[in-house]
């Protein structure tokens, strides 16, 4: 059964810094990408991140290159998002979630993901 445990939203200052973490298992995450999207009120679900986990290729969104960096801990079975100078346009409801694929040439769109978590919220305001 494929489960993903998020964590580390929560409500920080423009400016400011989350790490997000994504806690995958019931699959080989070899075979997959894991990627992270986000949704802010009444907008759609944006690709925020993806890393493939056999190759360690990594996708950004235009909006967060510089700012935000996928990384993984093999060992834990995990995916982070390490978010910096946070931005009030960055408020929204972030998931995680999984391709399968294990060569990722862009970032994927977020139909084209597999299996969701749950999301967590993050909130930056002042």
């Known amino acids: 059964q494929v489960r993903f445990v998020e964590s580390g939203g929560g409500l920080v200052q423009p400016g400011g810094s989350l790490r997000l973490s994504c806690a995958a298992s019931?699959?080989?995450?070899?075979?997959?990408?894991i990627g992270w999207l986000r949704q802010a009120p009444g907008k759609e679900h944006e690709g925020v991140s993806c890393i493939s986990m056999s190759e360690g290729t990594t996708y950004y969104a235009d909006s967060v290159k510089g700012r935000f960096t996928i990384s993984r801990d093999d060992a834990k079975n995990t995916v982070y998002l390490q978010m910096n100078n946070l931005k009030a346009e960055d408020t929204a409801v972030y998931y995680c979630?999984?391709?399968?694929?294990?060569?990722?040439?862009?970032?994927?769109?977020?139909?084209?993901?597999?299996?969701w978590g749950q999301g967590t919220q993050v909130t930056v305001s002042s």
């Open positions: 979630a999984a391709i399968q694929k294990r060569l990722l040439f862009r970032l994927p769109s977020p139909y084209e993901y597999d299996y």
């Open positions: 019931g699959f080989t995450l070899d075979d997959y990408g």
